[in-house]
């Protein structure tokens, strides 16, 4: 399903090594490693917002490495949110939902639904700038999954959050593989919280291992 | 989006009748352009809305004006092309434009003198500028006004200079001297003694000798004029005894010089 | 650490007091500015009245208006879309576009008028003039109000959309918006801001715009005359009361539109007050 031969990359100062990684469709992996490694790289070059200099991309058994990001289908929780600062907490989880033409009715159940899931029901009205951190995040996670990516990637989703709301991730996690079964990758540096759903981890080699 | 896309279409037909509004009075393309030279505007203003009512202009022509100095004048025709008809303050300038094939030879329309304007200084004061006075002079510049000219070819052309250099300002049109003196800026400028008609509370002088040098205003026809008969009609109208009425109620004495005399290039 | 005893203190308020003065200063000769028109078109109402009286000058109010916020308008998208284009690729020749962009600004506005003057009636595109009569005419002025608001359009929002550096773009393609989806849903209403600045420096230069008009557009009375024109028209003949009482007029506008901008930009999320944490 996911596939990276020797994908490797130069912005300014960082260099991303050559890194080989596959992921089969349905598993679920997860992307440890320490800070400054380039875990985060991976994730986004995976979504297209990183070109990747060297090596090959595969997605769905295609070359992806140059496949524009909004047809890559990818669900991506970004480790910094960036949710739409314009529009309120429905109208970011239900973006994804409007630009691919989904009926109103449709849309809004599946905002709904989502907002169950995650404990958002209270909030759908507001703006980002209201929402505390974890908030925001479980927002985030609301948005990347509300069209039923087959690929699901999610930068550092226990940041930030309380004990409560980590569990609510977790849940919600393996709700998802049981039902849809999508292909899951997370990066994060709390591993613990989700050994349990995965099934393998890839570590990221420090720096100075690959380049010496 | 389709609120910016509404409001930029609503704003753009919105000024467009605006746009439309301001201009209902005054149709556009099919009105004689007249180069003005800036010092005119007051007798031309009233040629202009008198020709418009009069029975002269049988086909119900309007006349768009531009004032500015001559020199601009001559430049702006040179690289538009636009203007019918030339009335300058000195027949100088028509001679440059007949010299170069610019515009046919000018019709003397009246006669006009240098002269020292002042508000508050005395007569004397006032003289004293052509021999280092004491007071404060607004002067013209000769390369851009014709008034310019002129006093630089009556007192000298290095007098004038040096003139220049004591002046505390100088000027490219005879309107902008005037206004100078009259607000008080200055006490002493160089004008045409149909100047102060303009300005309630200037006075003038003619100093000795500078009634020898006769500024005759003139009207020509551009070559390159696309409504030659148009602006003949409103030349036409500009000697006729009703044009000259109103330059003889601006000050200006009746012009002595014909047409020919003031042409010194062939006609065409 | 007690800020608010010792010497930090006092220095803080001697910083404090220049700055005072500074502004104070300031805002005395900018309101003496305006006071020195009130005075000169109190000196002399009747000639006020009588130049405001003047069919040609509530035509150049209206064909100021009119051409002013047809330029704007037309820089803002203009502008808006060069800005969004360099500012989101890179391709060969876009610093030179960039670096184009500011010419009008730092340009006399003279040299624009003067430019566009001979472009329309000395190259072969003469045959555009012939035919659309672009110039003396009033589509002259909506050009050369044009061409500078584009530029400072296109400043405003480059910094703008620069700034958010294609972060949350790049995230709403993630979810399968298109370039133009992302452009109309999320750059644009994310530059709010951003855009009632343009509209305002654009529209602010338009409705002063002076130089090019006067070259370009010539100073026709009652056609082409917008309300800069009118008071260089005005000081021409000697009215100095009048093109005072038009400059005042001008003021007033331009304080009204500014007014009604600030009040216009308020967003309605970002002036809700804090987050419920």
Redesign the interface.
Same mark, same amino acid.
């Not at chain 1, 960036?82 to 529009?87: D, E």
């Not at chain 1, 700038?129 to 505390?132: E, M, N, V």
């Given at each position: 399903m996911i596939e990276l031969i020797d994908v490797g990359l130069q912005r300014g100062s960082f260099r991303l090594p050559a890194t080989s990684l596959k992921i089969d469709a349905r598993q679920c992996c997860v992307i440890t490693g320490a800070a400054g490694t380039g875990k985060t790289t991976i994730a986004e070059a995976l979504?297209? !917002?990183q070109s990747i200099d060297t090596g090959t991309l595969l997605l769905r058994d295609q070359v992806a490495n140059n496949i524009? #990001? =909004?047809? &890559?289908?990818?669900?991506?929780l970004?480790q910094?949110v =960036? !949710?739409?600062? $314009?529009?309120s907490v429905s109208a970011n989880i239900g973006?994804?939902l +409007? #630009? $691919?033409r989904w009926p109103k009715e449709k849309k809004r159940a599946r905002i709904s639904e989502l907002a169950d899931q995650l404990q958002l029901n209270e909030l759908l009205q &507001?703006?980002p &700038?209201?929402? +505390?951190g974890g908030q925001q995040k479980r927002v985030a996670m609301a &948005? =990347?999954i509300a069209?039923f990516p087959d690929i699901i990637c999610l930068d550092e989703p226990f940041v930030s959050l309380d004990d409560d709301s980590k569990t609510l991730i977790t849940d919600l996690l393996s709700d998802l593989r049981s039902k849809s079964a999508p292909t899951i990758l997370v990066v994060t540096h709390q591993p613990q919280w989700i050994t349990e759903i995965s099934d393998f981890e890839y570590r990221v080699q420090s720096r100075s291992a690959n380049t010496a | 989006m389709r609120s910016y896309v509404g409001i930029s279409g609503f704003a753009m037909i919105a000024s467009t009748f605006l746009i439309l509004f301001a201009r209902s009075a005054n149709q556009g393309h099919d009105a004689v352009v007249v180069l003005c030279a800036a010092s005119l505007a007051g007798p031309v203003t009233e040629l202009q809305e008198a020709f418009q009512s009069s029975k002269l202009n049988a086909d119900g022509l309007s006349i768009d004006v531009l004032y500015r100095g001559s020199p601009e004048l001559l430049a702006l025709h040179r690289i538009s092309g636009v203007g019918d008809l030339l009335i300058a303050a000195d027949v100088h300038y028509h001679r440059v434009f007949v010299e170069t094939e610019i515009c046919d030879a000018p019709m003397p329309l009246g006669k006009q003198f240098p002269c020292l304007i002042f508000t508050s200084v005395s007569e004397k004061d006032a003289l004293s500028i052509l021999n280092h006075g004491g007071v404060t002079t607004s002067l013209p510049k000769p390369q851009h006004a014709a008034i310019g000219r002129a006093v630089a070819k009556i007192v000298g052309a290095q007098t004038y200079q040096r003139m220049l250099q004591n002046a505390r300002v100088s000027r490219e049109t005879v309107t902008q001297v005037a206004t100078d003196v009259s607000n008080g800026v200055v006490d002493v400028g160089c004008a045409w003694t149909t100047t102060p008609r303009q300005f309630s509370n200037l006075k003038n002088v003619v100093p000795p000798h500078w009634d020898q040098y006769e500024s005759q205003v003139g009207v020509s026809v551009f070559y390159a004029s696309q409504k030659r008969a148009a602006a003949n009609a409103f030349r036409k109208f500009c000697a006729s005894p009703a044009g000259q009425n109103i330059f003889a109620d601006h000050g200006f004495s009746a012009p002595t010089a014909s047409a020919k005399n003031l042409a010194s290039a062939p006609q065409k | 650490m007690n800020r608010s005893n010792g010497p930090s203190a006092n220095s803080d308020r001697r910083f404090d007091a220049v700055l005072i003065v500074a502004a104070v200063v300031f805002s005395t000769v900018l309101l003496a500015l305006i006071g020195a028109n009130v005075w000169v078109a109190g000196l002399d109402r009747i000639g006020v009245w009588e130049t405001l009286k003047q069919t040609e000058i509530q035509q150049a109010l209206w064909l100021s208006i009119g051409t002013s916020v047809y330029s704007t308008v037309i820089s803002l998208w203009v502008g808006t879309a060069i800005a969004h284009l360099i500012s989101q690729r890179q391709f060969w020749g876009c610093r030179f576009i960039d670096l184009l962009m500011d010419l009008p600004v730092f340009l006399p506005p003279l040299v624009i008028g003067i430019s566009l003057l001979i472009l329309f009636r000395q190259t072969p595109l003469v045959w555009f003039d012939e035919w659309f009569h672009i110039a003396f005419a009033v589509p002259a002025i909506i050009v050369a109000q044009t061409i500078v608001g584009t530029a400072f359009v296109y400043r405003t929002m480059k910094a703008t959309f620069d700034q958010h550096a294609g972060r949350i773009e790049g995230i709403a393609e993630t979810l399968g918006a298109s370039r133009w989806q992302v452009f109309s849903r999320i750059t644009l209403p994310a530059s709010k801001q951003a855009i009632v600045a343009s509209i305002a420096i654009a529209w602010a230069r338009a409705f002063g715009e002076f130089g090019p008009v006067l070259v370009f557009a010539g100073s026709f009375r009652g056609r082409t005359e917008v309300l800069p024109v009118s008071i260089y028209l005005e000081l021409n003949s000697g009215n100095v009361a009048g093109a005072a009482a038009i400059s005042l007029l001008m003021i007033l506008i331009a304080a009204i539109v500014l007014l009604l901008v600030r009040f216009t930009s308020r967003d309605r999320f970002t002036s809700r007050a804090g987050s419920p944490r």
């Open positions: 979504c297209g !917002l524009p #990001v =909004a047809q &890559r289908g990818i669900g991506y970004p910094d =960036a !949710l739409f600062p $314009n529009m973006f994804g +409007s #630009v $691919n &507001r703006v &700038r209201q929402l +505390s &948005r =990347a069209i | - | -």
